[in-house]
């Protein structure tokens, strides 16, 4: 880190400390020549992720339509949007632990049921008739008794 009064090279820390709830860090820096103080801020770097949609084409991964659409499934159900920022979260700590800089929305949609289904069974099976397309009822009964045969 350069010191932006003299441009020498070297400085050291005086205090450290989490900013922006954990997200950032702001360093308190000292110039070893002109033992000038002088404030700078660490980010996390993070690179976007790209969901491969069904028609194969791409896109950042987006959050709010995940959202959008859980929005829609738990309509009229007990779940609090802050149970659904939170199943988010972890979905997409999940995909960023993964190393995986791409994502199919295949994937992503069997992490959303995944978590919904632990929240809310009357959702998840909404999101499921959406999410895989029911032609017909025989389908969604076969959805319906996987569900109860894991109770």
Do not use: H
């Not at 979260?89 to 992490?111: F, H, W, Y």
């Not at 959406?130 to 032609?135: A, S, T």
């Amino acid at each position: 880190m350069n010191c932006p009064f003299c441009a020498y090279e070297e400085s050291k820390v005086i205090d450290s400390r989490p900013t922006d709830e954990g997200q950032r860090i702001r360093r308190r820096r000292e110039c070893l020549q002109c033992a000038k103080r002088f404030t700078t801020y660490e980010i996390i770097e993070s690179l976007p992720i790209i969901v491969i949609k069904k028609d194969k084409s791409r896109e950042t991964f987006n959050r709010n339509k995940i959202m959008n659409g859980l929005l829609r499934a738990c309509e009229k159900r007990p779940v609090s949007i802050d149970m659904l920022d939170k199943m988010i979260d972890d979905i997409e700590t999940i995909i960023q632990n993964s190393l995986d800089r791409e994502v199919t929305s295949e994937k992503i949609g069997e992490l959303v049921m995944e978590k919904l289904k632990g929240i809310d069974e009357v959702a998840y099976v909404r999101f499921a008739s959406v999410y895989r397309q029911f032609k017909d009822i025989n389908t969604f009964m076969s959805e319906l008794n996987k569900l109860l045969s894991k109770d």
